[in-house]
């Protein structure tokens, strides 16, 4: 006979399932690639795309939680996907961190009367670095800040510098889903010479986010033909290639190449070879690693 536990964790473990099989993690190959789509996760939650960026929308009962807006360009394409689908009013925008080619563009948002939140780090960037398309932040926090509307909970976390020193990552938590801008992008190297990130951290910032509650992450880069979700083990996927890349730089260097330009003729990551923009990019992941190592920075 069954206890009262077994047959609690029966359900648990059955409503765990059923969003492992509800939440698609593939999408057809396709669409237009400097275009823009729109992809429903769930009743109400939905990924925005616009060329390789991404954010995520939900519609609550009470109005809409809009993240990131990009660009002016893609911020009113957003609004008018998001008003073929509701008329709520667009209540919230969330930055992910202060780059302005991720969060530009939200005068639009702030003319619907939005009320946008961001870290406290990020409110100092903006204004040191203002941009007359990129409202302020009228909300900050340090740490963390759970945002309540209507039905739907959004929860935002800080783990210090990684990316700039404003990054931020956001949980949903009914379906589990992180959704993570720049620190983790799928079967991709590192992009270019890893601007404004700070190698050690990013892989202390990925560990500590393993740590957390999650099933899905969506990422906040992706053209069109890779999954609008993916599973929690791309976060793990990220760290590794990380430490692989420090490794072998790492290696190289105590073994006597020091010449950045020669780093970049014997360092190989051949287990990468599939992964988005492997001979491009590799090279100047590796430059960058070599600054680290030589410089400390
Ligand atoms: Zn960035």
Known sequence: MKTIATIILTIILSINLTYAQDIPTKEPIGGETFGHSVKKISDDLYVFRWWVYRNIFLITDEGVIVTDPMNPKAAKLLLSEIRKITDKPIKYVIYSHNHHDHISGGNIFKKEGATFIGHKNLLKELTDHPNPVTPL??????????????????????????????????????????????????????????????????VR?????????????????????????????????????????????????????????????????????????????????????????HMGW
């Open 137 to 202: 932040p009228d909300i900050t926090f340090y740490n963390n800040y759970t945002l309540k509307l209507g039905n739907r909970t959004l929860e935002l976390f800080y783990f210090g510098p990684n990316h700039g020193e404003s990054l931020i990552v956001m949980r949903i938590p009914k379906e589990k889903i992180l959704f993570i801008v720049d620190i983790v992008t799928p079967r991709r190297v590192a992009f270019r010479g890893m601007p404004d990130f700070w190698p050690d951290e990013w």
């Open 205 to 293: 910032t990925l560990k500590e986010i393993e740590q957390m509650e999650f099933d899905y992450v969506i990422s906040g880069h992706g053209p069109e033909d890779q999954p609008a979700i993916d599973s929690s083990t791309i976060v793990k996927e990220q760290r590794v290639y990380l430490e692989d890349l420090m490794s072998a730089v790492k290696t190289a260097m105590d073994s006597g190449t020091h010449n950045p330009d020669e780093l970049k003729k014997v360092v190989k990551l051949p287990k990468y070879e599939n992964w988005q923009y492997y001979n491009e990019w590799l090279p100047m992941n590796i430059e960058r690693i070599w600054a680290f190592y």
